[in-house]
């Protein structure tokens, strides 16, 4: 049973999301702008590899699969499962590096958190509807290649 609906879960990551958008301040040294650049970069690239994996319409902004969406596993879904909240995470961070105050630290934490119940919520519905995920599931982790 799932104790927080999935709609909560698309309020909360993009409240927080917002948060960190629109309370980031101007860069305040080079290399803060520097890694800024870098992880705005990664977000932009990893992004754009799940889209051209993934078909239009395939995609839910709730964890709850499409009537007829399927399981890619080929492209960017070969090294990770959820490369677009892999690249939303990177996008955020990159509002840390530029503005990197705890308490934005922390808000970023929660971003995770609320990703990563949305992670395991979604990865349920693909359980239940391709029995080739678990297969799937052992040779790709979650979010970074080789790591988590």
Known sequence: MNIVPSWLLVVLQFALMGVLIVTTQALATPLANGAA????????????????????????????????????????????????????????????????????VLVWVALLLVLLAKARREEGYLRARFPEYAAYCDRTRRLLPGIY
Do not use: C, S
Request: no cysteine; proline share 6%; hydrophobic share 55%.
């Open 37 to 104: 650049f870098a992880l705005v970069v990664g977000a932009t690239f990893v992004g754009i590899g799940a889209l051209a994996a993934n078909r239009p319409g395939n995609f839910n902004v709730q964890p709850e699969l499409k009537a007829g969406g399927r399981l890619i596993t080929d492209g960017i879904y070969a090294r990770i499962r959820h490369p677009m909240y892999t690249a939303v995470l990177l996008a955020m961070l990159a509002a840390i590096a530029a503005d990197p105050r705890l308490w934005r």
